[in-house]
């Protein structure tokens, strides 16, 4: 089983050193059936990351990590992913910060069960082994701050979008009243990226996009175009962006937008060598391609993303240190 590794530097303008690095990855959809189309071999994606990836300051997973919470009422597949979490946090010495997904919410409440335990949240957060499942709640560590936002389950109804979906979600966003500091690190995690980066949602959020650095979603499982035909169409992706026009009602779910009150860049695909300077009123937005891929049609490889944030002044000072060793050099 091969694993892709996406990877994004940004660089930002900001009155702090900053300097972090992320691991994101979305959609594992634990379940039975997750379990049988990768053979039991889902250990190997963590190993992968654990093996490759060292001084991580934190795990961002926007939603969908399980297929359905009430569907499993024995909670097994739950405690799988929880161990699986927990074995990550530890191995890597970093927190994992999770919101919530369309399939995290459940189908059904049974009366004989207490309403918490329907609750993701309920079963997966342990902050003193380092998992953090943030129930439109913030998180603030230092000059970081980590917001992760939920709408309810209606806000997915693919029949809302754009318009009726979009609403919902900024109404909802509203309620929160999620304070932000210029001069933090920002980090929104959003299971559909579309609620805040759709040009319909960007007329609504307006300034909001000079308060956030970073915005992580997934929802889309790589889309359902396979990567080489996504290269050859890489010009009309990049005009459109993920939004489904070209090829006709296919998403693509990879790549990074620039967004402010402006609207949105053209996207960036991602590469070894992904860097994207972002001025003080722009947003990086991020789509992961997800871990499950279940098209039914392409078979997807298990993938997650690297993102460093550098503050730009320290970018500076190493292109300049570097020509100072190589003058020394030449002396």
């Not at 307006?206 to 169409?233: A, C, E, N, S």
Request: proline share 4%.
């Amino acid at each position: 089983m091969k694993i892709t590794r996406d990877y994004y530097q940004l660089l930002i303008k900001n009155q702090n050193d900053s300097k972090y690095r992320f691991i994101s990855f979305s959609d594992l959809h634990y379940s039975l059936l997750q379990q049988l189309f990768y053979q039991g071999k889902m250990n190997r994606f963590f190993e992968t990351i654990i093996k490759k990836e060292k001084n991580i300051d934190g795990i961002l997973i926007p939603g969908d990590l399980l297929s359905y919470l009430s569907k499993y009422p024995n909670k097994k597949i739950v405690e799988a992913l929880k161990w699986d979490l927990e074995n990550l946090s530890y191995q890597l010495r970093t927190q994992i910060f999770i919101s919530y997904g369309n399939h995290d919410f459940p189908l059904m409440k049974e009366k004989e069960l207490e309403e918490e335990k329907w609750n993701l949240k309920y079963f997966l957060e342990d902050r003193k082994n380092g998992i953090y499942v943030l129930d439109n709640e913030q998180i603030v560590k230092d000059s970081l701050t980590i917001t992760g936002y939920s709408p309810k389950r209606e806000a997915y109804n693919t029949t809302y979008m754009p318009t009726k979906a979009l609403q919902m979600s900024f109404q909802e966003f509203q309620t929160h009243n999620f304070p932000f500091d210029k001069n933090h690190v920002n980090i929104l995690l959003s299971h559909e990226n579309k609620f805040f980066s759709y040009p319909e949602a960007i007329k609504e959020y307006k300034d909001l996009y000079q308060y956030l650095t970073l915005i992580v979603g997934g929802h889309l499982h790589d889309g359902y175009i396979p990567i080489g035909m996504q290269k050859m169409f890489e010009k009309q992706l990049k005009d459109y962006g993920i939004w489904e026009k070209y090829p006709p009602k296919i998403d693509m779910c990879r790549g990074l937008f620039k967004v402010s009150k402006n609207g949105l860049s053209q996207v960036i695909l991602p590469s070894e060598n992904s860097q994207i300077i972002l001025e003080k009123e722009e947003t990086a937005s991020i789509i992961n391609r997800g871990v499950a891929k279940y098209s039914w049609v392409i078979y997807g490889r298990p993938s997650y993303t690297m993102i460093e944030i550098i503050e730009e002044k320290e970018k500076k000072n190493q292109i300049t240190d570097e020509k100072k060793r190589k003058k020394m050099k030449d002396i």
